[in-house]
């Protein structure tokens, strides 16, 4: 299975949901949804862990508008074919 491209696929296609400690991270640090929406397609991807559990999970590093690095962590849900957007956090700062 490529991953990445089903993750990124399913995003693109809306077909994603957004954990509350997500919710929670973005809101901190003033990031829009869809600036991680945006940022899917064009990200780096840092890491593949397909034996993550309790799923698979990649972590991208995207840009945000105005050139800040960030780090996003994505799981694959196996069972409803749909990403999860884990977390969100600038490198500098590091994860929550």
């Known amino acids: 299975m490529d991953l990445a491209g089903e993750i990124r696929r399913a995003v693109l296609a ?3 949901l957004v ?3 997500a919710r929670q991270r973005l809101a901190a640090r ?3 949804l869809w ?3 945006a940022g899917v397609t064009e990200g780096t991807i840092l890491r593949v862990d397909e034996d993550s559990e309790p799923n698979p999970t990649i972590l991208l590093e995207q840009s945000l508008p105005d ?3 960030l780090h996003v962590v994505w799981a ?3 069972a409803s074919r ?3 957007l884990v977390t969100a956090f600038t490198p500098d700062i590091g994860e929550e």
């Open 14 to 16: 809306g077909q994603f």
């Open 19 to 21: 954990s509350r400690h």
């Open 30 to 32: 003033q990031i829009r």
């Open 35 to 37: 600036h991680i929406e």
């Open 67 to 69: 050139g800040t690095a």
């Open 76 to 78: 694959w849900l196996l």
């Open 82 to 84: 749909e990403a999860l």
